[in-house]
């Protein structure tokens, strides 16, 4: 009896630890997400909560959805890549580099494999991208299609020409591998391409897919002033015709490469020769120098105390042009993906842009130049527009989440002249036409054909009398100076509907002191715009009703 109540006791015993352990396993069960996590944000209060304080700086290797682990792409002793040095190391935080998504360590699916940085100075968005051994070996131009799914302007910059933060309809770019392969191919191991975006004061969310294509083509033109290179090249385009099969893009360097071209281009005849004394060798000189404001397009960070320079990228004089079709790739080899644009998730994209034109104020008042062949037509010249620089303050949008960082900030302008028109009826408001000639504004920066203010607008007059009668053979007893439009109370001017065909481009450069860490860096970033024109009414005074045609001319 004793021994079968023992028994009995010990089989109590056993179902109660066994249902105890069941329940334990099922405790650990109910805590393990329902659905696997594709995407890491480690900026998100959950991505926090998880990893702690993220370093990626000092990951060696990581863990691919394969089960494959790799070095990672800055890893200094070995990396399966053909990503320049200069590019793949330049992700170090206190530069202002931060990891906003990752899909390697525990999260993705077979074959995204993905590292998704973004510089909160420069604006600057780098992906890296792991193609493994058994997906294909594509050797076609790779082109990184980066689809916004939400109207937003983060890619304001990604033209020739920048747009408004207003703009908010270029949904497209094409962006090619930095690559020291001259395919610039899909190649087995890390690949990488880099953009900058502009901020985006309105955007709260939506997502970014990140779409992998190829170029079919076996040749990339390049097509430039002087001698360009393929090395650290970024092909970048948000227009595609497929019907001509062609893709022209504007050429952009970064890097090293990105210095190394413009000490090859001021060592050139034809380049403009007031930047040749603003250069000096090593490294900073493009930030330090104020070469950025001669070129259409600069973003680089210097930091004075370890005298390097991180993440330049510029536009170049050239284009490119790719003599093939961009293609969907086939299903599979290189799976697409998708990037919340939450601000709780990612943070705040870019470091700045604009919500109005910068305008280029001419004076009303035009003085005597000389007669045309017509004797009733005289050929006034008017001083050239001015800029002020501090008209920007109204209409610059600097990104919040970067100001806790920025010591000072300055803004400015620069405006020049090029040989090709940019903007149509330049002085009718609202509906001029910007002029989209794909042809890169730098080739007209860099060069001697390109002057500096002042400058003059000219036009032709035909003077009347007091009873409204056109004059003649007046010659050089014609008023010397007159008053072009109309009075800002509405009385009819000399010439109240002037227009022109604008030459007329305006680079900004916002250069920013950023310390992190108490490492203080200089970052500089320049972009041109068409800018528009305006009167300049108040600062001429209001003594037009001395000029002509107020003063009524006795015949």
């Known amino acids: 009896m004793k021994k079968s109540l023992f028994f009995c006791v010990f089989l109590y015993g056993i179902g109660v630890m066994s249902c105890s352990n069941e329940l334990e396993v099922q405790e650990k069960v109910k805590a393990l997400p329902t659905v696997r996590e594709l995407v890491a944000y480690p900026k998100s209060d959950a991505g926090r909560s998880r990893s702690g304080q993220l370093n990626w700086e000092e990951w060696e290797k990581v863990t691919l959805s394969s089960g494959n682990h790799v070095n990672t792409p800055w890893n200094t002793t070995q990396s399966t890549t053909a990503i320049p040095y200069d590019i793949r190391m330049d992700i170090k935080s206190v530069d202002g580099w931060e990891l906003i998504a990752h899909t390697v360590n525990g999260y993705g699916d077979l074959g995204v494999n993905y590292l998704i940085f973004h510089n909160k100075y420069t604006g600057v968005l780098k992906v890296f991208y792991y193609l493994e051994p058994e997906q294909a070996n594509l050797q076609n131009t790779a082109m990184w299609k980066l689809h916004f799914e939400i109207p937003q302007s983060c890619l304001a910059f990604s033209d020739v020409y920048a747009e408004l933060s207003t703009r908010k309809d270029i949904y497209d770019i094409y962006v090619g591998n930095i690559s020291n392969d001259d395919s610039k191919g899909y190649t087995v191991g890390w690949n990488c391409f880099q953009t900058e975006l502009a901020y985006d004061p309105n955007l709260k969310g939506g997502t970014l897919q990140i779409i992998p294509h190829s170029c079919t083509t076996s040749t990339i033109e390049l097509d430039g002033d002087f001698e360009s290179t393929t090395e650290g090249l970024i092909l970048s385009s948000t227009t595609y015709n497929k019907g001509d099969k062609i893709v022209k893009s504007v050429a952009k360097y970064a890097g090293d490469k990105a210095e190394k071209w413009v000490e090859k281009a001021i060592e050139s005849e034809k380049v403009f020769k007031e930047i040749k004394s603003l250069i000096v060798?090593?490294?900073?000189?493009?930030?330090?120098?104020?070469?950025?404001?001669?070129?259409?397009?600069?973003?680089?960070?210097?930091?004075?105390?370890?005298?390097?320079?991180?993440?330049?990228?510029?536009?170049?004089?050239?284009?490119?042009?790719?003599?093939?079709?961009?293609?969907?790739?086939?299903?599979?080899?290189?799976?697409?993906?998708?990037?919340?644009?939450?601000?709780?998730?990612?943070?705040?994209?870019?470091?700045?842009?604009?919500?109005?034109?910068?305008?280029?104020?001419?004076?009303?008042?035009?003085?005597?130049?000389?007669?045309?062949?017509?004797?009733?037509?005289?050929?006034?010249?008017?001083?050239?527009?001015?800029?002020?620089?501090?008209?920007?303050?109204?209409?610059?949008?600097?990104?919040?989440?970067?100001?806790?960082?920025?010591?000072?900030?300055?803004?400015?302008g620069e405006i020049y002249e090029t040989s090709h028109t940019v903007l149509y009826d330049a002085l009718n408001e609202g509906t001029s036409g910007v002029h989209n000639e794909r042809k890169p504004v730098s080739s007209e920066l860099l060069y001697d054909e390109v002057y500096r203010p002042p400058f003059y607008i000219y036009t032709g007059v035909v003077l009347k009398d007091k009873n409204g009668e056109e004059l003649?053979?007046?010659?050089?007893?014609?008023?010397?100076?007159?008053?072009?439009?109309?009075?800002?109370?509405?009385?009819?001017?000399?010439?109240?509907?002037?227009?022109?065909?604008?030459?007329?481009?305006?680079?900004?450069?916002?250069?920013?002191?950023?310390?992190?860490?108490?490492r203080e860096n200089t970052i500089v970033s320049s972009h041109t715009f068409v800018p528009r024109f305006r009167w300049d009414y108040y600062n001429s005074g209001d003594w037009y009703y001395n000029v002509y045609p107020f003063v009524p001319i006795e015949n």
């Open 472 to 518: 003649w053979n007046w010659g050089d007893k014609a008023p010397f100076e007159i008053y072009l439009p109309n009075t800002p109370e509405g009385e009819q001017g000399a010439v109240p509907h002037l227009t022109f065909m604008s030459r007329y481009i305006l680079v900004v450069t916002v250069e920013m002191k950023v310390e992190n860490n108490g």
């Open 281 to 412: 060798k090593g490294a900073g000189s493009l930030v330090s120098s104020g070469v950025s404001t001669l070129l259409g397009a600069f973003t680089g960070g210097f930091d004075r105390e370890k005298n390097t320079v991180q993440t330049v990228m510029l536009q170049t004089n050239g284009k490119v042009t790719l003599s093939g079709e961009i293609e969907t790739l086939a299903t599979g080899l290189i799976p697409p993906f998708t990037l919340s644009l939450s601000p709780d998730k990612i943070g705040r994209l870019g470091v700045w842009s604009l919500s109005d034109y910068p305008c280029l104020r001419l004076s009303p008042y035009a003085t005597h130049y000389k007669q045309d062949n017509d004797e009733a037509v005289q050929i006034y010249q008017s001083m050239g527009p001015e800029f002020y620089a501090s008209d920007l303050d109204d209409c610059l949008n600097l990104n919040p989440e970067m100001l806790s960082s920025v010591k000072s900030y300055t803004v400015k």
